[in-house]
C-alpha cells in the first residue's frame, strides 16, 4: 500500500503535482465566428456555467468583456486568452472549449496552444425548424475545422 498522499498527473511529457483537496476545476473557453448572433454565446456562457457545478466541479473563465461577446473570434482574441489562461495557471485542470456557433479556428489555436493540459471540445447542435439566421450554430462543423488544426499543430 502507498502511504504518499501525493498525486501526479502526466500529460504531454510534463509531470505535475495533483492538489487532491480541491475540485477538478475547468477553464471555460467559448468560440466564436462574427456573423453568428451574439444571443448564441451569451446563453452558452450561462448554460455551461451550471452545467458545469451542477456536474459537481468548479471552473473558471475570464471577464466577458475581455473580449467581444466574451467569446474567443482570431488570433488577438486568443492572444488574450492565453494571457488570461497563463496568469491563471495552477488554477486549472483542462479547458472546455465550448462551440456554440462554427468558432474561429485562430483564435482557438492561438489561445490554445501552450495551454499544457487536456481540452474537451463541445458543440452546440443544430435544431430542426432553427436553422434561420438568429438561431443557425454549425458547431459540429466548427468542431471538425478546430480539432483539424489542433491536430495540425500536435
Known amino acids: 500500500m502507498c502511504s504518499t498522499s501525493k498525486y501526479y498527473c502526466r500529460f504531454n511529457g ?3 503535482e495533483i492538489n487532491m483537496n480541491r475540485k477538478t476545476t475547468f477553464a471555460l473557453y ?3 465566428r462574427g456573423f453568428f448572433p451574439e444571443s448564441l454565446i451569451a446563453s452558452a456562457r450561462s448554460e455551461l456555467c ?3 457545478r451542477g456536474a459537481g466541479y468548479d471552473y473558471i473563465m475570464p471577464d466577458e ?6 467569446a474567443v473570434e482570431g488570433r488577438v482574441e486568443g492572444d488574450k486568452y492565453a494571457e488570461w489562461l497563463l496568469s491563471q495557471k495552477g488554477q486549472y485542470d483542462g479547458v472546455i472549449v465550448c462551440l456554440p456557433n462554427f468558432g474561429d479556428e485562430n483564435g482557438a489555436i492561438a489561445a490554445l496552444r501552450h495551454c499544457g493540459c487536456p481540452i474537451l471540445i463541445q458543440a452546440y447542435p443544430d435544431e430542426i425548424g432553427k436553422m434561420d439566421f438568429a438561431q443557425s450554430r454549425d458547431s459540429y462543423c466548427g468542431k471538425i475545422s478546430i480539432k483539424d488544426v489542433f491536430h495540425q499543430y500536435r
Open 14 to 16: 510534463n509531470t505535475e
Open 30 to 32: 467559448f468560440g466564436n
Open 50 to 52: 451550471a452545467t458545469v
Open 65 to 70: 468583456s475581455m473580449t467581444r461577446y466574451g
